[in-house]
């Protein structure tokens, strides 16, 4: 699907007003033909004219700018200094620190006649990343201007040859139908390119409006305008912060999409479009910013105070963007930091197919892993020091965030002077260094409990909610399978109506768990919700149903023969886990059959028929079913305890073994019988038992059990021993 543009051109605008006027006027001549329809046409409209000179109801022409009814802008977190309030001729009348004293912190609206950036931090880079800036705006042209050489000559080539290709088609060696649909496919893909070009050049004169009423982001946006002169565009403000989000955008062949809705984005076809739109999707192969997302609502002076004191004023995120309320607050910003060395997250693999052995493969091996982790490491500790402000641990899309060149957004410059690297976070006070994905979501919700104070006690572990997810998953899962009646009458009525199903069947059992609060129906709401959207989601889909083929008579559905014979070879997952492991079970019989043991890595790669990470994850279970143990650096079989076989002709010490099973296993040292003057049996047991009462205990650990035989005296009675 295509990325369809909300922005309404100047000659549009004008080319509605003007079938409007027309309309308008050509009802006004039906009306009074109506009044005199055996007058004279000229008599009408001179009565038109003359009369009537301006009827009432003709819409006025589109004013040249447009009154925006958005308070959405750009603006600019600034010190303001003594030197910028007074007149430059009466500056010699002050001492030097009395023009750099702060008079006051203020916002400014970004335009570009009134922006003057000062430096906000010693040891500013901003007159740097403006040259950057320039040297790459200046790369740019000449690249440009290289491709635009390069097409025309492409152009006078094929103007060249057009006139062989006039002879070959007069001599018939072209299929004149052929010609004729290419002909109208060329025409209407000119009129494509020359539609676009006249929609960007009208875009970059007149600016950005927005009829409004559709949904943007969420919500049902009003008018909208913005211009700041004609081919100025909020990347070319001057800021190096917004030019650098243009250029982590991707082009349009390496695959831009933008969207007007986070859930969903379409392929882009014009760049200058796309960054209109409120979400734009960053390169994947490369993270040229860390974004972290705040679920709170404050002013601007506010949330820069707050921020100042958890990052002081090095770290500052370098845009913060987000919606102003109508009652002037800052809406659920997103906090973008640029990083003065983007990290390359494109990291090799190689799949292998199970059932072909084909390989595939993809990445590039030059990519390291260890940037990746910390980039990922400094994205989870930023999130943990601005819990306090809201920040969303469950926030990892940072690839798509508020595109901060929208006119949907207000973007706030909070810090123009430096970009950062990932070790420079690291001088933040306080800063966490190791934060995994439970604690942080664990101080998140103890953060949010203590807020909210209703919640129950448990809640901060997400008690609650995983509680109400064991029971509403499942219900889920099965209803799609089986789709009972009144679940189907339910799905049908409506998202509110399959939520209050769903609430009805799990509310006993969650309330018996946790107990009755505002806090647990507020989250059954939310569960019931996305669990009633999602199944009239796959509802909606039926070729996206998945089910077993031996299950396929529990469905409540009329499915012809084919349908049942094509599901007939669906298995369930622990089927197709039992097939792999009887495959790769059969591998290691017949590699220990040829080498006698078994190298785990070397196994595993020579595996073709199965995959190597299902492999490794079911290893143990399969060396517990051949009763393998790792030994000696390898795999073998488990090694067989010794036996001892005593047989002996003496009645009395037959029936003694016969109680005793007349076998002994041993793992170390030897087991004898014996007899002693007392005229019982005697067993040399192990050093942790005892022997029976009367009995000589005797134990040769360091010898076998043959040595111990040479040396038995006093046998009374003739004992063979034998090892098995």
């Not at 922006?115 to 790369?139: C, M, N, P, W």
């Not at 919606?323 to 607050?329: H, M």
């Not at 609060?517 to 009633?532: G, I, N, Q, T």
């Amino acid at each position: 699907m295509r990325f369809k543009q909300l922005n309404t051109s100047r000659r549009k605008l004008l080319d509605e007003h003007e079938c409007c006027v027309l309309s308008r006027l050509q009802l006004h001549d039906l009306q009074l033909a109506d009044r005199d329809p055996n007058g004279d046409v000229i008599q009408r409209m001179n009565y038109r004219l003359f009369t009537e000179t301006q009827p009432a109801d003709i819409p006025a022409a589109p004013p040249l700018e447009h009154e925006s009814e958005n308070a959405q802008s750009v603006q600019i977190l600034r010190r303001i200094t003594m030197e910028a309030t007074v007149h430059p001729d009466d500056r010699k009348f002050f001492e030097p620190a009395e023009l750099e004293a702060v008079v006051d912190e203020a916002k400014l609206v970004y335009s570009k006649d009134a922006f003057r950036h000062f430096d906000y931090i010693e040891g500013s880079e901003h007159q740097a990343l403006v040259g950057f800036q320039t040297a790459a705006q200046e790369k740019a042209d000449r690249e440009h201007e290289k491709k635009r050489a390069d097409r025309a000559a492409k152009n006078r080539r094929r103007a060249l040859r057009a006139g062989y290709k006039t002879e070959d088609i007069a001599a018939g060696k072209v299929d004149p139908a052929e010609a004729a649909k290419a002909l109208k496919e060329r025409e209407k893909w000119a009129g494509v390119t020359r539609e676009r070009k006249e929609e960007i050049r009208d875009r970059l004169r007149w600016g950005f409006y927005h009829a409004g009423g559709a949904v943007v982001a969420g919500e049902v946006c009003g008018r909208l305008f913005e211009f700041f002169g004609a081919g100025v565009l909020r990347s070319r403000l001057g800021s190096p912060s917004l030019a650098r989000m243009a250029a982590l955008c991707p082009t349009v062949a390496s695959g831009l999409r933008a969207g007007y809705d986070k859930a969903a984005l379409h392929d882009a076809t014009c760049k200058l479009f796309a960054l209109d739109a409120p979400y734009v999707e960053l390169n994947r192969k490369v993270a040229g910013c860390i974004v972290v997302d705040l679920d709170s609502v404050l002013r601007i002076e506010e949330f820069r105070i707050q921020l100042l004191a958890i990052l002081g004023p090095h770290r500052m995120p370098n845009l913060i963007v987000g919606r102003i309320t109508p009652s002037g607050f800052l809406s659920r910003p997103h906090l973008i930091w640029i990083l003065k060395n983007p990290v390359w997250t494109d990291p090799y693999w190689e799949r292998v197919d199970p059932s072909t052995g084909v390989v595939t493969s993809g990445g590039d091996k030059r990519c390291k892993t260890k940037p990746i982790k910390k980039l990922h490491a400094v994205q989870r500790a930023l999130t943990q020091l601005l819990l306090p402000l809201g920040a969303d641990p469950s926030f990892h899309n940072i690839l798509k965030p508020k595109n901060a060149l929208s006119p949907f957004w207000t973007t706030v410059v909070a810090n123009d002077d430096v970009w950062h690297e990932l070790s420079d976070f690291e001088s933040i006070p306080g800063w966490p260094r190791k934060v995994d994905e439970h604690s942080l979501a664990k101080a998140a919700a103890t953060i949010r409990a203590d807020a909210a104070g209703d919640l129950p006690a448990q809640t901060p572990s997400n008690l609650a909610w995983k509680t109400i997810g064991h029971l509403i998953e499942p219900r889920a899962r099965t209803q799609l399978a089986v789709r009972e009646d009144d679940f189907m009458a339910a799905a049908k009525a409506g998202v509110g109506t399959l939520a209050a199903w769903f609430d009805d069947s799990i509310r006993a059992d969650v309330e018996a768990e946790l107990g009755p609060s505002e806090a647990l129906d507020r989250l059954l709401a939310k569960r019931c919700e996305f669990a009633a959207r999602y199944c009239i989601e796959r509802l909606a889909k039926p070729w996206k149903r998945k089910v077993r083929g031996r299950d396929r008579d529990v469905i409540d559905d009329c499915m012809s023969l084919k349908e049942r014979q094509q599901q007939a070879f669906a298995r369930s997952a622990d089927h197709r886990s039992a097939v792999f492991k009887w495959n790769i079970c059969k591998e290691m019989v017949v590699a220990l059959k040829k080498y006698g043991a078994i190298d785990k890595t070397e196994f595993i790669k020579s595996l073709g028929t199965v995959g190597k990470s299902a492999a490794y994850k079911h290893w143990d279970d399969l060396c517990a079913e051949l009763d393998l143990e790792f030994r000696e650096g390898v795999y073998r079989e488990k090694a067989r305890p010794t036996t001892v076989k005593v047989i002996t002709t003496s009645p009395a010490l037959a029936s003694f073994l016969a109680s005793n099973s007349g076998v002994i296993n041993t793992d170390s040292g030897c087991q004898l019988i014996r007899t002693v003057d007392s005229g019982a049996p005697d067993i040399d047991y192990p050093s942790s038992t005892a022997g029976p009462p009367g009995c000589q205990q005797h134990n040769h650990a360091d010898r076998p059990a043959e040595a111990c035989l040479s040396t038995v005296d006093r046998v009374r009675d003739p004992v063979v021993v034998s090892i098995v």
